[in-house]
């Protein structure tokens, strides 16, 4: 995995030396995702950078690539992950293509070369790259079917101008920090999710995912190559577990291709579980060494866990289950309360808005104590999208909520804005917006179901909002320490597959996940399988709140502290006082109650002092 960076303009000679200095002010502002090598390419019309993180191929995969082909020069630098390598290289060989190095850059290149434009409809991975054609004088740029991978771009002037992460787009001359209405109704009335496509930061978007893109000479065009289709499922159960089995299983085996340090993420719940049997599996039948996990926890979890719907009960028991019986090589990877408050501003900064708070800062902690010992890790994330694994596909409450299930705190939301912004902005008009305008996008079928309309429906929400944050929590929690996170259940083809099987087979016994537990009862200890869901872990610590408490505080005692200008003061100080008792729900999704919403205000702080954004209203 990488980083990359990149603009072009057809009016002007960008070769100079002034414009390599600015490529280089980009790629130093994500240095942190390609740690190993970096790159550089400039033509007359186009500079493109690469930070890489070297995961396939050391020496033959180095970034800018560049192949002269009939008279063109083809340059692409690339973030991502082809894992089906193989096949793409053995019919560009067919083709007479000749290949130097083993590494899916080159691959990708050449199948870009032969295949065009239609090279996105061959690829099964995580992506996101852009290729500069000299001759045609025109840039493609692509991302993943899901968007595990970011590219973010925006046109200043005749320059279009890309990268990873937003922060170095901020690099480039006289691209500024703006919100607006939009920006706050993303921020305060949706975030931590966004609407797919958009920035919070004003004229900042975002490749959305199953989009390709060209910049020529008539400008900018984006196009859709690929969205999840509504069909009838004509499949018998007993098929319908053979495929899900196999889809499964050749995906994980797929991602498990590395040439350095590989591990998986354990919890103990079912799908890190999955994970690591499989890939626990792969290691001993191919004679590689035991599979080392990880697990993350907090210092006197043990004493201070308090069992809820959401979180029934604490990982360690589950996880030594797993450890025992595939034998991996297991590390608990332990975090204490001052560093996990203490990563909340890395956090912000990696994601370059306020996030999920100690959820995101956590995550960013366990990574960076992982990758000393590995550089890949393989993880569970997107089971609960695609199979249907959350709550709020069972309660009636949620599903009849008439907004998105895991942000109905409205009101309170609302209530956080300074009062002359709230004059201007109305939170829940933008939210019913964006929910109405994504609920149109879904096919229902004449033969659905009541229920499985009803839950295409929340699938649909689920996969393209609330997926798309953690997915997005993974990437730049992950890449902030140079390590990369690999998502097997977001395989494209598995998640086509699911989508159109019955709601009544999908949630199989009146289970969350249910189908996946049935086709893993043989296979997997039926403690695991029978588990309630229990979500990524959190600290229990009561150290913590007070921890949040205090710097939320001291925040507050600046009366010309910058989030006095965006939110309500007395609101903040009436939720410090009550110990965030005064916001009544939570703020995202199932945990993100007060010390988390703590957390989150300080995040807001934070993001105003650095990226200093001009409000226009």
């Given at each position: 995995?990488?980083?990359?960076?990149?603009?072009?303009?057809?009016?002007?000679?960008?070769?100079?030396?002034?414009?390599?200095?600015?490529?280089?002010?980009?790629?130093?502002?994500?240095?942190?995702?390609?740690?190993?090598?970096?790159?550089?390419?400039?033509?007359?019309?186009?500079?493109?950078?690469?930070?890489?993180?070297?995961?396939?191929?050391?020496?033959?995969?180095?970034?800018?690539?560049?192949?002269?082909?009939?008279?063109?020069?083809?340059?692409?630098?690339?973030?991502?992950?082809?894992?089906?390598?193989?096949?793409?290289?053995?019919?560009?060989?067919?083709?007479?293509?000749?290949?130097?190095?083993?590494?899916?850059?080159?691959?990708?290149?050449?199948?870009?070369?032969?295949?065009?434009?239609?090279?996105?409809?061959?690829?099964?991975?995580?992506?996101?790259?852009?290729?500069?054609?000299?001759?045609?004088?025109?840039?493609?740029?692509?991302r993943d079917h899901f968007g595990v991978k970011p590219f973010y771009y925006t046109v200043k002037d005749d320059t279009f101008v890309f990268a990873s992460e937003v922060k170095a787009l901020f690099a480039f001359p006289h691209i500024e920090a703006k919100i607006d209405k939009e920006g706050i109704g993303e921020l305060f009335g949706l975030g931590p999710c966004h609407t797919s496509g958009n920035g919070i930061f004003k004229n900042i978007f975002e490749i959305r995912p199953a989009h390709f893109g060209i910049w020529n000479a008539n400008g900018l065009q984006i196009h859709r190559y690929w969205k999840l289709e509504s069909k009838p499922h004509t499949d018998s159960f007993g098929t319908t577990c053979e495929k899900v089995r196999y889809l499964l299983e050749d995906s994980i085996t797929r991602q498990l291709v590395s040439d350095v340090p590989l591990c998986t993420f354990l919890s103990g719940g079912l799908d890190s579980s999955i994970i690591t049997l499989y890939a626990a599996n792969y290691c001993k039948q191919n004679g590689l060494p035991p599979l080392n996990t990880y697990s993350v926890d907090y210092v006197d979890n043990d004493k201070n866990f308090q069992k809820t719907d959401f979180q029934p009960n604490s990982d360690n028991y589950y996880i030594s289950l797993m450890t025992q019986k595939?034998?991996?090589?297991?590390?608990?990877?332990?975090?204490?309360?001052?560093?996990?408050?203490?990563?909340?501003?890395?956090?912000?900064?990696?994601?370059?808005?306020?996030?999920?708070?100690?959820?995101?800062?956590?995550?960013?902690?366990?990574?960076?104590?992982?990758?000393?010992?590995?550089?890949?890790?393989?993880?569970?994330?997107?089971?609960?999208?695609?199979?249907?694994?959350?709550?709020?596909?069972?309660?009636?409450?949620?599903?009849?909520?008439?907004?998105?299930?895991?942000?109905?705190?409205?009101?309170?939301?609302?209530?956080?804005?300074?009062?002359?912004?709230?004059?201007?902005?109305?939170?829940?008009?933008?939210?019913?917006?964006?929910?109405?305008?994504?609920?149109?996008?879904?096919?229902?079928?004449?033969?659905?179901?009541?229920?499985?309309?009803?839950?295409?429906?929340?699938?649909?929400?689920?996969?393209?909002?609330?997926?798309?944050?953690?997915?997005?929590?993974?990437?730049?929690?992950?890449?902030?320490?140079?390590?990369?996170?690999?998502?097997?259940?977001?395989?494209?083809?598995?998640?086509?597959?699911?989508?159109?099987?019955?709601?009544?087979?999908?949630?199989?016994?009146?289970?969350?996940?249910?189908?996946?537990?049935?086709?893993?009862?043989?296979?997997?200890?039926?403690?695991?399988?029978?588990?309630?869901?229990?979500?990524?872990?959190?600290?229990?610590?009561?150290?913590?709140?007070?921890?949040?408490?205090?710097?939320?505080?001291?925040?507050?005692?600046?009366?010309?502290?910058?989030?006095?200008?965006?939110?309500?003061?007395?609101?903040?100080?009436?939720?410090?006082?009550?110990?965030?008792?005064?916001?009544?729900?939570?703020?995202?999704?199932?945990?993100?109650?007060?010390?988390?919403?703590?957390?989150?205000?300080?995040?807001?702080?934070?993001?105003?002092?650095?990226?200093?954004?001009?409000?226009?209203?």
């Amino acid at each position: 995995m990488c980083g990359i960076v990149g603009f072009v303009n057809l009016k002007r000679n960008i070769k100079t030396a002034n414009d390599k200095e600015i490529l280089e002010d980009m790629m130093q502002t994500i240095a942190r995702r390609g740690p190993d090598e970096d790159g550089l390419y400039q033509d007359k019309h186009a500079a493109m950078g690469h930070k890489r993180l070297i995961v396939i191929d050391p020496e033959g995969g180095k970034q800018p690539m560049s192949f002269c082909y009939h008279e063109s020069t083809y340059t692409i630098v690339y973030n991502g992950q082809l894992y089906n390598t193989k096949e793409l290289k053995q019919e560009l060989e067919e083709a007479d293509f000749t290949f130097e190095t083993h590494s899916d850059t080159e691959v990708l290149l050449k199948g870009f070369i032969h295949w065009g434009y239609e090279i996105v409809h061959k690829m099964n991975g995580i992506f996101a790259f852009a290729i500069w054609n000299s001759k045609k004088q025109e840039l493609f740029f692509a991302r993943d079917h899901f968007g595990v991978k970011p590219f973010y771009y925006t046109v200043k002037d005749d320059t279009f101008v890309f990268a990873s992460e937003v922060k170095a787009l901020f690099a480039f001359p006289h691209i500024e920090a703006k919100i607006d209405k939009e920006g706050i109704g993303e921020l305060f009335g949706l975030g931590p999710c966004h609407t797919s496509g958009n920035g919070i930061f004003k004229n900042i978007f975002e490749i959305r995912p199953a989009h390709f893109g060209i910049w020529n000479a008539n400008g900018l065009q984006i196009h859709r190559y690929w969205k999840l289709e509504s069909k009838p499922h004509t499949d018998s159960f007993g098929t319908t577990c053979e495929k899900v089995r196999y889809l499964l299983e050749d995906s994980i085996t797929r991602q498990l291709v590395s040439d350095v340090p590989l591990c998986t993420f354990l919890s103990g719940g079912l799908d890190s579980s999955i994970i690591t049997l499989y890939a626990a599996n792969y290691c001993k039948q191919n004679g590689l060494p035991p599979l080392n996990t990880y697990s993350v926890d907090y210092v006197d979890n043990d004493k201070n866990f308090q069992k809820t719907d959401f979180q029934p009960n604490s990982d360690n028991y589950y996880i030594s289950l797993m450890t025992q019986k595939l034998h991996t090589k297991h590390k608990a990877i332990v975090l204490d309360t001052p560093e996990l408050a203490d990563a909340l501003e890395d956090a912000m900064i990696a994601r370059d808005y306020p996030g999920m708070a100690d959820v995101d800062s956590s995550l960013l902690l366990f990574c960076k104590n992982v990758k000393p010992e590995a550089t890949v890790s393989l993880t569970g994330e997107c089971a609960d999208e695609i199979f249907g694994g959350y709550p709020w596909f069972f309660r009636e409450d949620a599903l009849k909520s008439g907004t998105f299930p895991w942000s109905i705190a409205l009101t309170e939301r609302q209530q956080l804005l300074n009062p002359a912004i709230a004059k201007e902005v109305n939170l829940k008009d933008y939210i019913d917006f964006r929910y109405r305008e994504s609920l149109s996008e879904v096919t229902i079928l004449d033969t659905d179901s009541d229920e499985t309309a009803e839950k295409r429906r929340i699938s649909h929400l689920t996969l393209n909002w609330f997926m798309q944050t953690l997915l997005d929590r993974s990437d730049k929690m992950a890449m902030y320490n140079g390590f990369e996170l690999r998502v097997p259940f977001c395989d494209y083809r598995l998640a086509q597959y699911v989508w159109n099987i019955p709601w009544e087979i999908k949630a199989l016994n009146g289970r969350e996940k249910g189908l996946l537990r049935y086709i893993m009862k043989d296979i997997l200890p039926s403690e695991i399988v029978d588990r309630k869901k229990s979500p990524y872990p959190k600290t229990w610590n009561p150290t913590y709140l007070a921890r949040v408490k205090q710097m939320l505080t001291k925040i507050m005692e600046d009366k010309n502290a910058p989030i006095n200008d965006l939110l309500n003061r007395e609101y903040i100080l009436n939720i410090l006082e009550t110990d965030g008792k005064a916001f009544t729900r939570p703020w995202f999704g199932q945990l993100m109650t007060g010390p988390q919403l703590m957390a989150y205000l300080c995040q807001v702080n934070m993001w105003l002092e650095r990226y200093q954004p001009r409000i226009e209203l």
